[in-house]
């Protein structure tokens, strides 16, 4: 097996832009995978294919047929897949109520079925290979929720459930299933928020209505002020990279502000899981 082939949702911004290019500059063979490459998103798809070791391909991750044709047709020219980071999403915040339906289907779509549908494809190889790694973005979201975020920390709670199983399913076949867990970092996805489109709910909820504004002004004076560097995400992504497969672990905390107590949670659920497994009949599993 030659250079390892990396291939990445959601590169046209913020940290799959970020990894796609670290990747490339470790000598992976990357695939970037971006969605409208010929129309908005035309200007990073093409600086990103002018980079040597980035191939860059058309992928919207809510057409199924569109990410099994794409995931095929990788593995066709290279014959491995090594590595697949699931990034691709959005943010969504502001009152709950205010989501309809429909908001939550699209949500979900990209953020838990968009992966899934990506993992589902990359895995017949990986088991195939006796070896693989799939990365899965999630938050520090997707282990407490914070009020007027639910939907998209909904979302990452999702992730995070699918990933854990498939952590332990997998392992013993040689793949690794891993989440990084990044805090918050000034990256494009706070200028791609959805907010719930019922909008005849606001006026009951009074002054209520106008804390989610005063969050997006505090967290835009937190970055100011502490300046955290979305690089150390990629950075994350390419550590767990280089860790031996079956050594990797299942969270990775990224948080230069608040990273603490998700680690201190991280921790003790990890410790009354294993219990979990060990009272049914699971613990070979923990090995």
Do not use: C
């Not at 082939?5 to 590169?11: D, K």
């Not at 911004?13 to 063979?29: C, D, H």
């Not at 990933?163 to 793949?175: A, C, D, F, S």
């Amino acid at each position: 097996m030659g250079k390892k082939v990396v291939l990445i949702t959601g590169t046209n911004s913020g940290f799959g832009y970020l990894l796609a290019k670290s990747a490339a500059s470790k000598g992976y063979i990357v695939y970037a995978t971006i969605r409208d490459t010929n129309g908005r998103n035309a200007d990073r798809a093409n600086e990103l294919a002018a980079i040597d070791n980035i191939n860059v391909l058309e992928l919207d991750v809510t057409d199924g047929d569109t990410v099994k044709s794409v995931v095929a047709g990788v593995i066709d020219k290279e014959g491995q897949l090594d590595v697949v980071v699931n990034n691709a999403g959005f943010y969504g915040g502001g009152l709950t109520e205010a989501f309809s339906v429909d908001d939550l289907e699209k949500m979900f779509d990209v953020n838990v079925k968009g992966t899934w549908r990506v993992t589902k494809a990359s895995l017949p190889q990986m088991r195939k290979q006796g070896s693989g790694l799939i990365v899965n973005i999630s938050s520090g979201l997707g282990r407490f929720s914070a009020p007027f975020m639910t939907v998209y920390n909904s979302t990452k709670f999702a992730v995070e459930g699918l990933t854990e199983g498939l952590h332990y399913e997998l392992r013993p076949l040689g793949v690794d299933v891993v989440l990084v867990q990044p805090g918050a970092f000034p990256t494009e996805i706070f200028g791609k928020v959805l907010y719930g489109s019922d909008q005849t709910v606001v006026d009951g909820y009074g002054d209520l209505a106008k804390v989610p504004e005063k969050i997006g002004e505090g967290m835009g004076q937190m970055f100011e002020t502490m300046k955290p560097n979305p690089q150390m995400v990629p950075d994350a992504v390419l550590k767990l990279i280089d860790i031996p497969k079956s050594k990797r672990p299942l969270r990775t905390v990224v948080d230069a502000i608040t990273g603490d107590f998700v680690e201190t949670a991280n921790k003790q659920v990890a410790e009354q899981h294993a219990n979990f497994l060990t009272a049914f009949g699971l613990k070979d599993f923990l090995q």
